[in-house]
């Protein structure tokens, strides 16, 4: 199947900085990435849907002045947190979906701010 | 609101069991996709089956897709205590997750 990475696979950060996490799909193209974040035990929840060329949408309840998304590419989506706050800790997920619809999972990102 | 909830939410077995866990869902789908996912890992695309499919086998996972009924299962044959996991449906490329189920596999 397709391949989608994730870069870091772990940040710990200080309260207060901003966090870019990259997402890539290795050998497929993806007009449309997904980004998500999961707290321990639970499922994903959906934060935004990154558009390439295109500002991104969020969904209710997301700042996107503090989780800023950016589509450069049809191969490369970036999340950065800014001025991260420890309730910001999560485990951020990205997905692209090919093709013929199948979503494609990174494998996520553990953000620890302190 | 989820298309696609899981259950039982979790479920522990032997290994060497097979092991069976259901969706449900409420709209109509084109497709149906089962992931895995690892304790601290993203979700791993397992299989997708279509609207006009009944049952998909790849390996040891057998899935079956009743649309009358809103419903699908995963079957993992002989399981092995690596697929320790939660898993998750997901219908008609829907971007929320139910809550999985949490599978353990004892050795």
């Known amino acids: 199947g397709a391949v989608v990475s994730q870069h870091p696979s772990w940040v710990i950060c200080k309260s207060g900085t901003s966090v870019k996490i990259e997402c890539r799909s290795l050998?497929?193209?993806?007009?449309?990435m997904f980004w998500y974040r999961q707290f321990p035990k639970q499922s994903l929840m959906l934060m935004a849907t990154?558009?390439?060329?295109?500002?991104?949408?969020?969904e209710q309840g997301v700042e996107k002045d503090k989780f800023l998304i950016n589509h450069a590419s049809l191969t490369l989506s970036t999340l950065t947190v800014t001025s991260a706050h420890p309730e910001d800790s999560s485990f951020y997920i990205c997905?692209?979906?090919?093709?013929?619809?199948?979503?494609?999972f990174g494998p996520g990102t553990r953000l620890t701010v302190l | 609101s989820q298309q696609g909830e899981e259950d039982p939410q979790a479920l522990s077995i032997q290994e060497g069991e097979n092991a069976t866990m259901n969706c449900s869902y409420k709209?109509?789908?084109?497709?149906l996709q089962w992931y895995r996912q690892n304790s601290g890992r993203g979700l791993v695309h397992l299989i997708l089956?279509?609207?006009?499919?009944r049952e998909k086998h790849s390996g040891r996972l057998r899935v079956t897709l009743d649309t009358s009924k809103k419903s699908s299962s995963l079957l993992i044959t002989a399981s092995r205590a690596a697929d320790t996991a939660s898993y998750f449906c997901?219908?008609?490329?829907?971007?929320?997750f139910g809550g999985g189920t949490r599978l353990m596999v004892k050795p």
């Open positions: 997905s692209a979906r090919d093709s013929v619809d199948t979503q494609y």
């Open positions: 050998d497929f193209q993806a007009t449309t």
């Open positions: 990154s558009n390439e060329g295109s500002k991104a949408t969020y």
């Open positions: 709209t109509s789908i084109n497709n």
């Open positions: 089956i279509r609207s006009n499919e």
């Open positions: 997901n219908a008609g490329n829907m971007l929320t």
